[in-house]
């Protein structure tokens, strides 16, 4: 009897946790799974903030895929969700075949769960003079070129270029803006301007976070959004929102408030030694013929979470089933993850009448700011505070797959409420 294959493309929220449920039945030798993904590691998104601002190590951040998936040996051959890494290429869903940059591998059934990259909407000098939040590779790029900043200044005399080399523009006011704001000032200014001394005065660095938006936090109610803009104007930020970025150069940021536009010259320039581009994300495009896309490159899907009969697509990358398309959020994709384990097994067994619909239900959201603070919405529930922040901290800490990993992470957060954050330069 032929064992159906499924393959998983990305080993991110979307496509972890449908292997997770997979593995079971696979470890039954009932199906055969793989699983492709660009990195060897499960990358945990919403903590990158600490790992770019030494929060955190990178190894925080990231559970090993082989350490997820230990393939079982107790039948004599190995069994369970074969884990490949690899970049995948082009997909032939006429052929059934996944080209990778190392081989090619033919499905029976195939589960997209390829995520998203920064979206830089077009704007002028943005990809090339702005740094990006997507990867741990971005993270530790960030942190490098914070301490970079730092070094360079410290040996300049010249107190108007000091100013410029430490101005930080954050450009994005959504969760990931915010958070990586507050970080930044928690290791700007009780981290790193500590470790200067006299070379290097408060007033010579400056944290601008921009949000094109009327408000930060759009998703939060107005009472939550002013407790967040209150919260980081505490901690030195400069934040301007209803502010568009007309275009990005190698030193300067040139910005355009909202009762300007219209006003095609009103534009102003405020310098920026470092930018940090977290304003939005687009889906991965791959080159995969046989599915349709939405105009924002979404791949559609149906309310089965089906781009065809053996097509199943989720996360960032898939419009999501669910009439509009469905938040880029890990909790989405986790939701999602659910219904196409149900929906890829009801298919194999043809049992279609059997197949889920989608439907997003969320739970709410957290965002911290900074040390000992975060805003939420939990059940309905509005929270801030200590309370909140505790509480962003937990919920995270469980969502890791290992006790290794929360072990390891607990260790360093304990550390960190005790010691400054580590400024070991990697890059
Ligand atoms: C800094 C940051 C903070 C965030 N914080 C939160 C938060 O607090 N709460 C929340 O709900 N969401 C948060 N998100 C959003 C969340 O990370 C995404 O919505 C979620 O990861 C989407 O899951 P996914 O499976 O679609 O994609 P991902 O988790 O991004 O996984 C995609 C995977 O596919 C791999 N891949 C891509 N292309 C290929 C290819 N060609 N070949 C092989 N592998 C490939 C990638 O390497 C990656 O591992 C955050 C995102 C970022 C960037």
Redesign the pocket.
């Given at each position: 009897m032929n064992i159906p294959h499924i393959v998983i493309?990305?080993?991110?929220?979307?496509?972890i946790y449908t292997a997770r449920k997979l593995e079971k039945l696979a470890k039954k030798g009932k199906i055969k799974v793989t699983i492709?993904?660009?990195?060897n590691y499960f990358?945990f998104?919403?903590l990158?903030?600490e790992v770019a601002t030494g929060g955190l190590s990178h190894a925080s951040a990231a559970e090993p895929l082989r350490q997820i998936f230990k393939p079982s040996r107790s039948t004599g051959k190995p069994l369970g969700v074969a884990v490949l890494q690899?970049?995948?290429k082009s997909i032939d869903t006429a052929s059934q075949t996944i080209t990778t940059d190392k081989c090619q591998i033919v499905y029976d059934y195939l589960v997209m769960?390829?995520?998203?990259e920064t979206n830089f909407y077009g704007t002028p000098g943005a990809e090339e003079n702005s740094l990006t939040?997507?990867n741990l590779l971005d993270a530790l790029t960030l942190r490098s070129k914070i301490i970079d900043a730092f070094e360079d200044a410290s040996i300049v005399h010249d107190s108007d270029l000091r100013k410029k080399m430490l101005s930080f523009v954050v450009v994005g006011g959504g969760?990931?803006g915010v958070e990586i704001a507050a970080e930044l000032s928690e290791l700007v200014f009780k981290t790193l301007l500590p470790s200067y001394g006299f070379s290097i005065l408060k007033e010579d660095v400056s944290i601008t976070l921009l949000a094109s938006s009327p408000d930060l936090l759009s998703q939060f109610h107005p009472k939550l959004r002013k407790t967040a803009f209150n919260e980081l104007i505490k901690k030195d930020i400069n934040v301007k929102i209803a502010t568009s970025v007309v275009s990005v150069g190698k030193d300067f940021v040139e910005i355009k408030s909202a009762v300007a536009i219209g006003l095609e010259d009103h534009t102003t320039k405020i310098p920026s030694g470092l930018t940090l581009w977290v304003a939005g994300v687009k889906p991965?495009i791959?080159d995969i013929q046989g599915v349709n896309r939405h105009p924002s490159g979404r791949i559609i899907v149906d309310s089965f979470l089906r781009a065809s009969k053996n097509i199943f697509v989720?996360?960032?990358?898939s419009t999501g089933g669910d009439g509009t398309p469905a938040p880029?959020?890990?909790?989405?994709?986790t939701q999602q993850a659910n219904i196409v384990f149900q929906n890829v097994m009801s298919t194999i067994y043809g049992n279609d009448n059997k197949l889920k619909i989608f439907k997003y239900k969320s739970k709410g959201?957290l965002v911290s700011i900074g040390k000992w603070y975060a805003v939420g919405d939990v059940g309905g529930v509005k929270i801030s505070g200590k309370f909140a922040w505790w509480m962003w901290r937990t919920i995270y800490l469980f969502k890791f797959f290992s006790w290794r990993k929360r072990f390891y992470i607990l260790n360093e957060w304990t550390l960190g409420l005790f010691y400054s954050r580590d400024i070991t330069k990697i890059r």
């Amino acid at each position: 009897m032929n064992i159906p294959h499924i393959v998983i493309v990305g080993g991110g929220f979307g496509g972890i946790y449908t292997a997770r449920k997979l593995e079971k039945l696979a470890k039954k030798g009932k199906i055969k799974v793989t699983i492709i993904n660009r990195t060897n590691y499960f990358l945990f998104t919403p903590l990158l903030h600490e790992v770019a601002t030494g929060g955190l190590s990178h190894a925080s951040a990231a559970e090993p895929l082989r350490q997820i998936f230990k393939p079982s040996r107790s039948t004599g051959k190995p069994l369970g969700v074969a884990v490949l890494q690899g970049s995948v290429k082009s997909i032939d869903t006429a052929s059934q075949t996944i080209t990778t940059d190392k081989c090619q591998i033919v499905y029976d059934y195939l589960v997209m769960a390829s995520g998203a990259e920064t979206n830089f909407y077009g704007t002028p000098g943005a990809e090339e003079n702005s740094l990006t939040l997507k990867n741990l590779l971005d993270a530790l790029t960030l942190r490098s070129k914070i301490i970079d900043a730092f070094e360079d200044a410290s040996i300049v005399h010249d107190s108007d270029l000091r100013k410029k080399m430490l101005s930080f523009v954050v450009v994005g006011g959504g969760a990931t803006g915010v958070e990586i704001a507050a970080e930044l000032s928690e290791l700007v200014f009780k981290t790193l301007l500590p470790s200067y001394g006299f070379s290097i005065l408060k007033e010579d660095v400056s944290i601008t976070l921009l949000a094109s938006s009327p408000d930060l936090l759009s998703q939060f109610h107005p009472k939550l959004r002013k407790t967040a803009f209150n919260e980081l104007i505490k901690k030195d930020i400069n934040v301007k929102i209803a502010t568009s970025v007309v275009s990005v150069g190698k030193d300067f940021v040139e910005i355009k408030s909202a009762v300007a536009i219209g006003l095609e010259d009103h534009t102003t320039k405020i310098p920026s030694g470092l930018t940090l581009w977290v304003a939005g994300v687009k889906p991965s495009i791959l080159d995969i013929q046989g599915v349709n896309r939405h105009p924002s490159g979404r791949i559609i899907v149906d309310s089965f979470l089906r781009a065809s009969k053996n097509i199943f697509v989720l996360g960032d990358t898939s419009t999501g089933g669910d009439g509009t398309p469905a938040p880029m959020l890990a909790q989405v994709a986790t939701q999602q993850a659910n219904i196409v384990f149900q929906n890829v097994m009801s298919t194999i067994y043809g049992n279609d009448n059997k197949l889920k619909i989608f439907k997003y239900k969320s739970k709410g959201s957290l965002v911290s700011i900074g040390k000992w603070y975060a805003v939420g919405d939990v059940g309905g529930v509005k929270i801030s505070g200590k309370f909140a922040w505790w509480m962003w901290r937990t919920i995270y800490l469980f969502k890791f797959f290992s006790w290794r990993k929360r072990f390891y992470i607990l260790n360093e957060w304990t550390l960190g409420l005790f010691y400054s954050r580590d400024i070991t330069k990697i890059r």
